[in-house]
């Protein structure tokens, strides 16, 4: 393509070093680990007949989540950017709130709601069938995982240039025709770069699956630590996953190559015109209610129920847990994004088989299993940097260099649509690489780079296994004092906090939201 | 402005207070929920600052074991004996003005001290069946075909999986491998921890449960329809699982370690464990609530074991071979 012939630019080349060299530490640990093996046991635990069915599970799992996500995912996203729909931001906040409750209180709250007096007969009547197995897992996924790819559409459809589409309509194609050949392949990076993470989040889910009874292959994982307490074997089911998806990103990368989404128009990007929904209006709010009915209204009034019915034992303090949650996310979500960006960035303007594997690092990091992932940190961090071992620092570290996939995606996206032209006329001009590219690019970057923040915050807010491991001694987030409530059965203390982590993430993202519209 | 000064000279001593008497950092499997009232209050009663990280066993103890010297940790308090047991290399030797006070269950290493004790049961759905109809031992659990497709386990639990090798202590591996086939042509559902287990009693998924005694008060406690069936004395199926804590060789602050230790199984502690958490002390001496048995009888249902020789390793390569982890 145009840009390649030129050198990399260093400004961009040293951090996307550094960040792909952060998420590989925890594959060189898993390998030191994995070599520890005796290969007798190894072969008996690895080469089971059980893996290969536990691994077909995880196939079919991950297939149909996908379609699942896709399907429920491209309308939401169509409605909130170019329907006359009332309340745009409104639902945009509503429907990425999902992301915000974290996977096992989902699932566990949808069990506690269905069935012979569940939350929902006990309060409206309603004995709904409780979801279990492979399609209990599907649902439960798919509510849970869409926005990753909501949120990507949406940056996606914003950055598209309305006259492409005018052409098409004033060349006689009807508006239908107009969405499947002119918006849809449009739309195609955001697709894969949503679809990865959804790929990578089913690949990696325990929590949802365990409550489901649906066994896949993170589950065997999960299962060798915490079952023999082994790490070596551990290591060898972790670094099987990573081998999956390394197919996974093998196949995005596959698709992707070869394209170009830029405007070559002279001028700036106009918004396009409202769509008017007419009399589907009222077809519309039935797809909007279900997600925010599904993944949010009941998990949390579940919750409520379970409140008032369980016994209050302990006086809690929400106060430590949110301000410990907002320190660690905040900064994580920032050095995620500035993390990412320059991999991204090389990714699409610097297109080479080095660029492209170094952009695909960060998503081994995303697919490295946390548990594992925060082990590879201790290893190293103890070794190599002991002052820093359990230090806000470093979890905000983990967190960033773990969740750094899900910021790539929606910049990426972005950099598709954004014009090379632009920059190289700031260069013609006489501005520096870095200038130019924050002159010329960035700005048109601002809507991606949102997106990214706030999938990076709502993972971090919402994480485990890495938080138990790294954090100070003492410190206790939103997620982590949800976990101690619930695992214990004790809802009463565990209510306030679920809420509080809704509440907290629904501003968070209302915040970046309401910036969409300012450049 | 006076009050003011006051206070902070009141703060700095206080500080001094706690500075002097040092700090105490524990790695704890057992959940904030449960224990967080025990550790503030030996934080007040000693003015020793307690730091605690809260996980869960397995990933504090691949954390400790990747921590080796350089762990910041001084004790290590766990769920099950067998992380416990795990951790082993990692624990000193206890002294003796602990390992003396509990009434049994010492590990023969004497590298960590029981704090509270479990019980395995059958957990009904009081609305459907009748303790009458439950065999003498769990043994018989699956000649019971009324119960099939009724039935809910935790394979993926360490109770269960201590419990399992309790089964291979008593009744040798082959009557072991022969009661889990036994159980697998009932067809019981799987559940990866005990609360998602009791809800689904509740929802009718399932009829009957093979968990710990103290989820069962809790969910009976927020009226859910499920009661508690012992087995015979004696019978694996009655076993007793022990809590408990551990030094561990990278303690700088052994003598605050050990002062916990003694705190945790002292009177007022246990008692908190009956109290609060349904569970049995390891002491004599504690008022246990209505809803618990006699500490004596229900000592008697467990069966006598050495709970040094219980080899959770067998019981996963019984469970593996049986296609169940």
Known sequence: MRASRRPIPWHFLIPALIAGAGVLLPLAYLGVRALEADPRTLAELVLRERNLRLLLNTVALLVGVLLGTALLALPLAWLTTRSDLRGKRFWTVLLTLPLAVPGFVGAYALLGATGPSGMLEAVLGIDWPRP???????????????????????????????????????????????????VLPQLRPAFYAGGLLVGLHVLGDFGVVSLMRYETFSYAIYLQYSASFDRVYAAWLSLMLIGLTGGLLWLESRLLSGLSFSRVGLGSARLARPVPLGPWRWLSYPL?????????????????YWALRFPYENRVSVTEALANSAQAAAPAALVAVLLALPLAYLGVRFPSPFSRLLERTAYL?????????????????????????????????????????EAIGPMRSALYQAPPRLEEAARNLGFGPLQAFLKATFPLLWRGVLAS??????????????????????????????????????????????????????????????????? | MKNLRIAIVAALALGALAQAQGTLTIYSGRSQGLVDPLVKQFQAETGIKVNVKYGRDAELLAALQEEGARSPADIFWA?????????????????????????GFMPGSGTWTPLSIRFRVLAYNTQKLKPEQFPQSVMELPQQTQLKGRIGWTPTYSSFQDFIAAMILVHGEAKTKEWLEG??????????????????????????????????????????????????????????????????????????????????????????????????????????????????????RSPKIDFEKLQLDNALKVLREAGLL
Not at chain 1, 137 to 162: E, I, K, M, S
Not at chain 2, 196 to 210: C, K, Q, S, Y
């Open chain 1, 132 to 182: 279990w197995g492979y399609w209990g897992a599907w649902g439960v996924l798919v509510l849970f995982t869409y926005p990753y790819l909501f949120l990507n559409l949406r940056a996606g459809l914003l950055g598209l240039d309305p006259s492409l589409e005018e052409a098409a309509q004033s060349l006689g194609y009807r508006r239908m025709e107009v969405f499947l050949k002119v």
């Open chain 1, 288 to 304: 909007l209610l279900v997600p925010v009915v599904g993944a949010l209204l009941i998990p949390l009034a579940t919750m409520l």
């Open chain 1, 365 to 405: 990091g995303y697919a490295t299993p946390p548990l594992a992932f925060a082990l590879a940190l201790i290893f190293f961090s103890l070794r190599g940097v002991p002052f820093l071992y359990q230090t806000l620092a470093l979890l905000v570290l983990a967190y960033a260099l773990h969740f750094m996939a």
């Open chain 1, 453 to 519: 923040l706030a999938l990076v915050f709502l993972s971090s807010v919402k994480e485990l296994p890495l938080t138990f491991l790294l954090a100070p001694v003492g410190y206790s987030t939103l997620a982590t004092q949800i976990w101690a409530y619930t695992s214990e059965a004790m809802y009463a203390e565990a209510a306030p906090y679920a809420l509080l982590i809704v509440l907290f993430s629904a501003c968070f993202v209302g915040l970046l939201i309401s910036q969409e519209r300012r450049r």
């Open chain 2, 79 to 103: 769920n099950t004996s067998g992380a416990l047991g795990a951790a082993q290399p990692l624990m000193i030797k206890l002294p003796a003005s602990i390992t003396s006070k509990p009434s």
């Open chain 2, 183 to 300: 159980m697998k042509r009932l067809e019981p559902k799987v559940y990866p921890s005990n609360p998602p287990m009791m809800e689904a009693i509740r929802a009718g998924e399932i009829d009957v449960a093979l968990t710990n005694h103290y989820y069962i008060q809790r969910f009976v406690k927020a009226g859910y329809p499920i009661g508690t069936y012992y087995f015979a004395k004696g019978d694996v199926g009655s076993l007793a699982l022990v809590t408990g804590a551990g030094i561990l060789k990278s303690s700088k602050n052994v003598a605050n370690s050990t002062r916990f230790l003694i705190w945790l199984l002292s009177p007022k502690a246990q008692q908190f464990f009956p109290g609060e958490l349904f569970e049995y002390p390891v002491t004599k001496g504690a008022i246990l609530p209505t809803t618990l048995n006699p500490l004596d009888d229900i000592l008697a």
